[in-house]
């Protein structure tokens, strides 16, 4: 399955909202510790809300609902900022405040040129690299129950044969 994160392209602000949101709160903390003094000017503080999440049958067929999911989002200035500052906006899975908010932070600083190579280093690669190892783990996880049914046919098949003779 394809992620924003398997792109090896330059970030755009859609690439980096992605791995925001999936980012561990212990991850924002540790890239963000020196932006996070600042007292953002609230557009909209972090609030927890239902979302619907629709699938697709066979990934690419009809959608239907699949079910609700529990949200949070927020949308902030940085307080050092100018009214004409970028906004930062974030929506994570869950009902982490800290998290919501430490993510808008990450995308307001993000939309700034000089801040960016920066938290490109420190924040955007290390959150790449958890989020591909955590697929990676997944993946293996997986692969321990799957069942080969053609190995599973010949070694049937086999015993059988063995019972004639």
Not at 66 to 95: F, K
Not at 96 to 110: C, G, K, S, T
């Amino acid at each position: 399955m394809f992620h924003t994160f398997d792109n090896s392209s330059p970030p755009t602000r859609q690439s980096w909202m992605a791995l925001l949101a999936r980012a561990p709160q212990h991850l924002l903390d540790h890239a963000l510790a020196s932006h996070t003094d600042t007292q953002p000017q609230w557009l909209r503080r972090p609030e927890t809300g239902l979302m619907m999440v629709q699938g697709r049958v066979g990934g690419t067929g009809e959608r239907f609902n699949l079910g609700e999911v529990t949200v949070t989002r927020c949308a902030l200035r940085l307080s050092h900022a100018n009214s004409e500052a970028p906004v930062g906006v974030s929506y994570v899975l869950g009902r982490n405040h800290r998290q919501a908010q430490l993510a808008a932070v990450a995308d307001a600083l993000l939309q700034d040129p000089t801040q960016h190579p920066a938290l490109e280093v420190n924040l955007l690669a290390p959150l790449r690299a958890h989020l591909q190892q955590e697929q990676a783990e997944r993946h293996a996880r997986a692969q321990t129950t799957k069942v080969d049914f053609l190995t599973v046919a010949r070694e049937a098949g086999a015993d059988d044969e063995g019972d004639e003779s």
